[in-house]
């Protein structure tokens, strides 16, 4: 099924509520740009379900200020869902010098529409370095 320009714009505000969400410690915010079975892999390793993903989301608030960037975002319809890709630049905030360029990767993302709403069914991220 296409894609409509509606669904491109809420997939657009889903990878922005998911950025701030992490980014301003809003775990169980971040948590629910998940499906229930939604699973997020990193270095970190892969979790699943709102109170793993809920846990990450905390851990990571807990450890490191930092804002996500996010750019070149490709999507593409995947039958009654979706595809994306985009390219990840993660700044991490204070410390020495100022802010400074913790990692960037690439975010390989399958979407689906969930309760009226977007949301990621699975979302790995590939660090480049």
Known sequence: ????????????????????????GDAEGWAACFTADGVFSSAQGSFSGPEQLAAFAKGYA???K???????????????????????????????????????????DVLVRDGGAWRFKSRTVTADA
Not at 8 to 15: E, G, H
Not at 75 to 83: H, N, Q, T, V
Request: proline share 3%.
């Open 1 to 24: 099924m296409p894609l409509t320009a509606d669904d491109r714009l809420d997939i657009q505000d889903l990878y922005g509520r998911y950025n701030h969400a992490i980014d301003f």
């Open 66 to 108: 930092g804002r996500h960037w996010v750019s070149n975002l490709v999507i593409e319809a995947d039958g009654d869902g979706a595809k994306a890709k985009c390219y990840l630049v993660l700044y991490r905030l204070g410390g020495e010098g100022g802010p400074s360029i913790l990692t960037t990767g690439v975010y390989n």
């Open 62 to 64: 807990d450890n490191i």
